[in-house]
Protein backbone atom coordinates (compact mmCIF):
# COMPACT_ATOMS: atom_id res chain seq x y z
CA UNK A 1 0.00 0.00 0.00
CA UNK A 2 1.35 3.31 -1.25
CA UNK A 3 1.35 5.98 1.56
CA UNK A 4 2.26 9.41 1.25
CA UNK A 5 3.10 12.38 4.07
CA UNK A 6 2.68 15.68 2.83
CA UNK A 7 4.21 18.20 4.21
CA UNK A 8 3.57 22.03 3.48
CA UNK A 9 6.70 24.32 4.14
CA UNK A 10 8.39 27.80 4.45
CA UNK A 11 11.41 27.87 6.11
CA UNK A 12 12.28 24.79 7.68
CA UNK A 13 15.64 24.08 6.73
CA UNK A 14 16.65 22.80 10.49
CA UNK A 15 14.04 20.21 10.68
CA UNK A 16 13.26 18.94 7.43
CA UNK A 17 15.81 16.39 6.87
CA UNK A 18 15.50 14.71 10.21
CA UNK A 19 11.42 14.51 9.90
CA UNK A 20 11.93 13.11 6.53
CA UNK A 21 14.39 10.10 8.00
CA UNK A 22 11.99 9.78 10.66
CA UNK A 23 8.56 9.51 8.43
CA UNK A 24 11.03 6.83 5.87
CA UNK A 25 11.89 5.24 8.65
CA UNK A 26 8.38 4.36 9.10
CA UNK A 27 8.34 3.33 5.63
CA UNK A 28 6.08 6.30 4.12
CA UNK A 29 6.64 8.09 1.59
CA UNK A 30 7.34 11.83 1.77
CA UNK A 31 5.93 14.93 -0.48
CA UNK A 32 7.40 18.20 0.55
CA UNK A 33 5.43 21.41 -1.07
CA UNK A 34 7.84 24.24 -0.39
CA UNK A 35 6.71 27.95 -1.04
CA UNK A 36 10.71 28.07 -2.33
CA UNK A 37 11.67 29.38 1.29
CA UNK A 38 14.46 32.12 1.31
CA UNK A 39 16.24 29.82 4.02
CA UNK A 40 16.50 27.04 1.37
CA UNK A 41 14.87 23.99 2.28
CA UNK A 42 14.01 22.65 -1.12
CA UNK A 43 17.47 22.83 -2.16
CA UNK A 44 17.78 20.24 0.88
CA UNK A 45 14.49 18.21 -0.15
CA UNK A 46 16.05 18.21 -3.79
CA UNK A 47 19.33 17.03 -2.21
CA UNK A 48 17.47 13.68 -0.69
CA UNK A 49 15.33 13.46 -3.35
CA UNK A 50 18.00 12.74 -6.02
CA UNK A 51 19.06 9.78 -3.36
CA UNK A 52 15.79 8.66 -2.60
CA UNK A 53 12.93 7.71 -5.15
CA UNK A 54 10.58 8.07 -1.85
CA UNK A 55 11.05 11.69 -1.20
CA UNK A 56 9.27 14.61 -3.73
CA UNK A 57 9.80 18.05 -3.55
CA UNK A 58 6.99 20.27 -5.02
CA UNK A 59 8.54 23.50 -5.48
CA UNK A 60 5.88 26.14 -5.40
CA UNK A 61 6.63 29.50 -6.94
CA UNK A 62 3.27 31.15 -6.85
CA UNK A 63 0.12 31.38 -5.22
CA UNK A 64 2.11 30.90 -2.18
CA UNK A 65 0.47 29.89 0.90
CA UNK A 66 0.07 27.31 3.77
CA UNK A 67 -3.46 26.47 2.14
CA UNK A 68 -2.44 26.81 -1.51
CA UNK A 69 0.56 24.31 -0.52
CA UNK A 70 -1.17 21.86 1.44
CA UNK A 71 -4.41 21.51 -1.61
CA UNK A 72 -1.75 21.05 -4.40
CA UNK A 73 0.02 18.50 -1.82
CA UNK A 74 -2.95 16.69 -2.04
CA UNK A 75 -3.72 16.69 -6.18
CA UNK A 76 0.35 15.13 -6.36
CA UNK A 77 -0.17 12.78 -3.57
CA UNK A 78 -3.37 11.28 -5.28
CA UNK A 79 -1.29 11.94 -8.95
CA UNK A 80 1.36 9.62 -7.35
CA UNK A 81 -1.03 6.91 -6.71
CA UNK A 82 -1.58 6.72 -2.44
CA UNK A 83 -3.88 5.17 -1.18
CA UNK A 84 -3.57 6.74 1.93
CA UNK A 85 -2.52 10.37 2.85
CA UNK A 86 -1.11 11.94 5.76
CA UNK A 87 -0.83 15.78 6.11
CA UNK A 88 1.60 17.10 8.79
CA UNK A 89 3.80 20.13 10.21
CA UNK A 90 7.20 20.26 9.64
CA UNK A 91 8.33 21.23 12.54
CA UNK A 92 8.25 18.38 15.31
CA UNK A 93 5.15 19.41 16.99
CA UNK A 94 3.35 16.81 14.93
CA UNK A 95 5.31 13.82 16.12
CA UNK A 96 5.68 10.77 13.37
CA UNK A 97 5.94 8.53 16.17
CA UNK A 98 2.02 8.92 16.42
CA UNK A 99 1.53 8.32 12.34
CA UNK A 100 1.10 4.50 12.73
CA UNK A 101 -2.06 5.11 15.31
CA UNK A 102 -3.50 7.03 12.63
CA UNK A 103 -3.19 4.92 9.95
CA UNK A 104 -4.30 1.93 12.26
CA UNK A 105 -7.64 4.04 12.57
CA UNK A 106 -8.02 3.99 9.08
CA UNK A 107 -7.86 0.56 9.02
CA UNK A 108 -10.65 0.29 11.63
CA UNK A 109 -12.94 1.90 9.42
CA UNK A 110 -12.43 5.63 9.91
CA UNK A 111 -12.04 8.09 7.00
CA UNK A 112 -10.53 10.42 8.01
CA UNK A 113 -8.20 10.30 11.10
CA UNK A 114 -7.65 12.97 13.58
CA UNK A 115 -4.23 13.71 15.64
CA UNK A 116 -5.64 15.55 18.47
CA UNK A 117 -4.84 17.31 21.60
CA UNK A 118 -8.03 17.14 23.09
CA UNK A 119 -9.14 13.43 22.92
CA UNK A 120 -8.69 11.51 26.16
CA UNK A 121 -5.01 10.71 26.55
CA UNK A 122 -4.21 13.51 24.22
CA UNK A 123 -1.52 16.67 25.38
CA UNK A 124 -0.53 20.23 24.35
CA UNK A 125 2.82 20.67 26.26
CA UNK A 126 5.48 22.98 26.19
CA UNK A 127 3.37 25.53 25.71
CA UNK A 128 2.58 28.45 28.30
CA UNK A 129 -1.13 28.80 29.33
CA UNK A 130 -1.74 31.39 27.57
CA UNK A 131 -1.37 29.78 24.19
CA UNK A 132 -3.18 26.45 25.34
CA UNK A 133 -5.93 28.39 26.17
CA UNK A 134 -5.87 30.56 22.82
CA UNK A 135 -5.95 27.27 20.90
CA UNK A 136 -8.87 25.89 22.98
CA UNK A 137 -11.01 28.95 22.49
CA UNK A 138 -10.11 28.30 18.93
CA UNK A 139 -11.14 24.76 18.56
CA UNK A 140 -14.23 25.66 20.14
CA UNK A 141 -15.09 28.53 17.92
CA UNK A 142 -14.60 26.85 14.90
CA UNK A 143 -16.65 23.54 15.85
CA UNK A 144 -19.56 26.00 17.06
CA UNK A 145 -19.40 28.09 13.31
CA UNK A 146 -18.67 24.94 10.95
CA UNK A 147 -20.99 22.31 13.03
CA UNK A 148 -17.89 20.07 13.31
CA UNK A 149 -18.25 17.98 16.08
CA UNK A 150 -14.06 17.33 16.41
CA UNK A 151 -12.64 18.29 19.59
CA UNK A 152 -9.38 19.52 17.99
CA UNK A 153 -10.81 21.27 14.86
CA UNK A 154 -7.47 23.29 14.74
CA UNK A 155 -5.29 20.28 13.60
CA UNK A 156 -3.59 19.89 10.90
CA UNK A 157 -2.00 16.03 11.56
CA UNK A 158 -4.33 13.98 9.51
CA UNK A 159 -4.52 11.06 7.77
CA UNK A 160 -6.87 10.35 4.81
CA UNK A 161 -8.44 7.14 2.39
CA UNK A 162 -7.96 7.90 -0.55
CA UNK A 163 -11.61 7.03 -1.38
CA UNK A 164 -12.10 10.37 1.57
CA UNK A 165 -9.79 12.94 -0.32
CA UNK A 166 -11.21 12.26 -3.58
CA UNK A 167 -14.74 13.23 -2.18
CA UNK A 168 -12.76 16.21 -0.65
CA UNK A 169 -11.84 16.96 -3.81
CA UNK A 170 -8.66 19.02 -2.64
CA UNK A 171 -8.17 20.63 -6.50
CA UNK A 172 -11.35 22.67 -5.29
CA UNK A 173 -9.98 23.90 -2.27
CA UNK A 174 -9.37 27.74 -1.69
CA UNK A 175 -7.99 28.80 1.32
CA UNK A 176 -5.07 30.29 0.94
CA UNK A 177 -3.68 30.04 4.64
CA UNK A 178 -4.03 27.78 7.39
CA UNK A 179 -8.07 27.92 7.33
CA UNK A 180 -7.46 25.18 5.03
CA UNK A 181 -7.53 22.99 7.99
CA UNK A 182 -11.36 24.38 8.78
CA UNK A 183 -12.16 24.09 5.08
CA UNK A 184 -11.27 20.07 5.23
CA UNK A 185 -13.03 19.37 7.87
CA UNK A 186 -15.94 21.28 7.26
CA UNK A 187 -15.66 19.02 3.46
CA UNK A 188 -15.24 15.87 5.03
CA UNK A 189 -18.24 16.73 7.63
CA UNK A 190 -20.78 17.85 5.11
CA UNK A 191 -19.82 14.63 2.85
CA UNK A 192 -20.47 12.61 5.86
CA UNK A 193 -16.96 11.04 5.62
CA UNK A 194 -16.35 9.04 9.00
CA UNK A 195 -14.18 10.82 11.47
CA UNK A 196 -11.69 9.50 14.08
CA UNK A 197 -9.66 11.78 16.85
CA UNK A 198 -6.79 9.76 17.82
CA UNK A 199 -4.66 11.39 21.01
CA UNK A 200 -0.99 12.88 20.67
CA UNK A 201 1.17 14.61 22.30
CA UNK A 202 1.10 18.10 20.66
CA UNK A 203 4.77 20.01 21.34
CA UNK A 204 6.44 23.58 20.24
CA UNK A 205 8.67 23.77 17.86
CA UNK A 206 12.61 23.40 18.93
CA UNK A 207 14.16 24.35 16.39
CA UNK A 208 13.33 27.36 14.09
CA UNK A 209 11.04 29.98 13.77
CA UNK A 210 7.01 29.74 14.31
CA UNK A 211 5.27 31.92 11.55
CA UNK A 212 1.86 32.34 13.72
CA UNK A 213 1.20 35.68 15.02
CA UNK A 214 -1.30 37.24 16.80
CA UNK A 215 -2.97 39.01 13.55
CA UNK A 216 -2.62 35.50 11.77
CA UNK A 217 -5.06 34.19 14.61
CA UNK A 218 -7.51 36.74 14.54
CA UNK A 219 -7.49 36.73 10.41
CA UNK A 220 -8.24 33.12 11.71
CA UNK A 221 -11.14 33.50 13.14
CA UNK A 222 -12.88 35.58 10.31
CA UNK A 223 -11.51 33.34 7.80
CA UNK A 224 -13.93 30.54 10.04
CA UNK A 225 -16.96 32.55 8.84
CA UNK A 226 -15.57 32.56 4.99
CA UNK A 227 -15.30 28.57 5.03
CA UNK A 228 -19.12 27.89 6.42
CA UNK A 229 -20.38 30.39 3.92
CA UNK A 230 -18.36 28.86 0.74
CA UNK A 231 -19.53 25.24 2.09
CA UNK A 232 -22.97 26.73 2.56
CA UNK A 233 -22.89 27.78 -1.24
CA UNK A 234 -21.11 24.84 -2.46
CA UNK A 235 -23.81 22.38 -0.76
CA UNK A 236 -26.77 24.52 -2.35
CA UNK A 237 -25.20 24.27 -5.69
CA UNK A 238 -24.95 20.60 -5.32
CA UNK A 239 -28.51 19.91 -4.04
CA UNK A 240 -29.61 22.42 -7.59
CA UNK A 241 -27.66 20.07 -9.84
CA UNK A 242 -28.47 16.94 -8.20
CA UNK A 243 -32.58 18.19 -8.76
CA UNK A 244 -32.30 19.31 -12.39
CA UNK A 245 -30.26 16.40 -13.15
CA UNK A 246 -32.12 13.91 -16.10
CA UNK A 247 -33.61 11.06 -15.28
CA UNK A 248 -31.45 7.74 -15.42
CA UNK A 249 -33.05 4.41 -16.38
Avoid at 56 to 61: C, P
Wanted: one cysteine or more.
Amino acid sequence: MRIVATLPTFNEAENIEPLTREIRALGLEVLVADDNSPDGTWKLVEKMAADDPGVHLLLRREKKGRGYAGAEAFVKALELGAARIVEMDADFSHQPRFVPDLLRALDAGADVAVGSRFAPGGKDVDRPWHRQWLTRFSAWYARRVLGLTIRDANSGFRAFTREAMTRIDPATLISAGPSIVHEVFARATARGLRIAECPIEFVERQRGTSELTVGRLLDGFLKVWRVRKREKGKRKKEKVELRDAPPTD
